[in-house]
């Protein structure tokens, strides 16, 4: 067990100290809100899972755990020594391009927004036969068609634009909800609001919780720092909406491969749902544990940050580069989740 390994303890600690740092900072808005939302994430992603799931770590060696947070330790170590030499770098960088930005009033920046994200829908759309209400409300999940539904491998230019206009969907969605909360006027944040909210459903529904998320954590996070409300309701709606992201999830993990039509037409939906199910992803300290017995028994090797060129890459079009590297692969592979019927093995 986890609580059983000193590393542990000194990174819980860490943890807990930086996080209370950060956030007095942000209170005297002397610190970017990024470096909060980075422990939120590592507390979520190394802390939370072993004691929802403690049976799942069990069979793992102690030393193993140990050297794992330990890992974690010297990230959080790293990451507080290097953030305030990368915002400094960051600020001294700024041009008066930068700045000239400032002019641009928030509505006109809604409007270009709300341009893109229309026509990103309207194409959506076309690619469901004009099926307004199965483009937003892809019930069927994974096991029917989305509007920006495609093979996990494209080496077409046609799977390309696909892919990228799928992205920056995603990416615009998420904007406007952030700039809800810097519109002047009411009937401007009642339009970022509802274009926000339209499309919603559909990132839902498609079974991709890592896209809701990208898509609804900066609306909260926007809401959280910049939103009028006291602190205290501020704090209290992020607890509901963790309540209701956790429960919401729940949902989608146990419908997205067949569809959610049962579960709608259900009139006791959570009767249609394993009361064992519990939340997949966050045990990522288990992971780290996996990837260092790789390490060790020389099934792959440090790669010194060619990982993250091959993510930066990874923008050009397999059409132009058929050989381009499948991020992530060959780490499932060791884990064992091959599947002969998939497009990737």
């Given at each position: 067990m986890v609580t059983h390994e000193l590393t542990f303890y000194l990174a819980a600690v860490a943890l807990l100290v930086l996080t209370v740092e950060s956030c007095i900072k942000l209170l005297k808005q002397d610190s970017f809100g990024i470096t909060l939302a980075v422990y939120v994430t590592v507390f979520a992603w190394y802390f939370v899972d072993p004691f929802l799931n403690p049976e799942q770590y069990d069979y793992l060696p102690s030393f193993l755990l140990g050297q794992s947070y330990g890992e974690v330790l010297l990230?959080?170590?790293?990451?507080?020594?290097?953030?305030?030499?990368?915002?400094?770098?960051?600020?001294?960088?700024?041009?008066?391009?930068?700045?000239?930005?400032?002019r641009v009033s928030p509505e006109q920046i809604l409007i270009a927004a709300g341009a893109?994200?229309?026509?990103?829908?309207?194409?959506?759309?076309?690619?469901?036969?004009?099926?307004?209400?199965?483009?937003?409300?892809?019930?069927?999940?994974?096991?029917?068609?989305?509007?920006?539904?495609?093979?996990?491998?494209?080496?077409?230019?046609?799977?390309?634009?696909?892919?990228?206009?799928a992205y920056l969907f995603n990416a615009i969605t998420a904007f406007l909800g952030v700039l809800v909360f810097f519109q002047r006027s009411t009937s401007w944040r009642l339009l970022a609001g509802a274009m926000f909210a339209i499309t919603l459903p559909y990132f839902f529904?498609?079974?991709?919780?890592s896209h809701f998320l990208a898509v609804l954590l900066p609306f909260i996070l926007t809401y959280l720092f910049y939103g009028r409300h006291p602190l205290v309701l501020r704090l209290a709606v992020l607890a509901v909406a963790f309540v209701c992201l956790d429960q919401g999830f729940k949902l989608v993990t146990a419908f997205r491969g067949t569809g959610f039509r049962?579960?709608?037409a259900s009139e006791n939906p959570y009767e249609l749902v394993d009361e064992d199910l519990r939340q997949a992803g966050l045990n990522m300290i288990q992971e780290l544990c996996f990837a260092n017995v790789y390490v060790e028994t020389g099934d792959t090797s440090p790669a010194y940050g060619a990982r993250y060129l091959s993510e930066l890459l990874n923008v050009v079009p397999r059409a132009i580069w058929p050989s381009k590297p499948l991020i992530g692969i060959?780490?499932?592979?060791?884990?064992?989740?091959?599947?002969?019927?998939?497009?990737?093995?």
């Open positions: 990230f959080l170590i790293a990451f507080r020594a290097v953030m305030p030499v990368a915002v400094r770098w960051i600020v001294r960088q700024r041009t008066p391009g930068v700045f000239a930005t400032q893109i994200w229309l026509l990103l829908f309207v194409i959506g759309i076309a690619r469901l036969g004009g099926d307004v209400i199965g483009a937003v409300f892809p019930i069927d999940s994974r096991a029917g068609v989305t509007m920006w539904g495609r093979g996990a491998i494209e080496t077409s230019a046609s799977g390309f634009l696909i892919a990228s206009a529904f498609e079974g991709a919780r049962e579960l709608l060959d780490y499932a592979k060791w884990r064992g989740f091959e599947d002969p019927n998939s497009e990737l093995g």
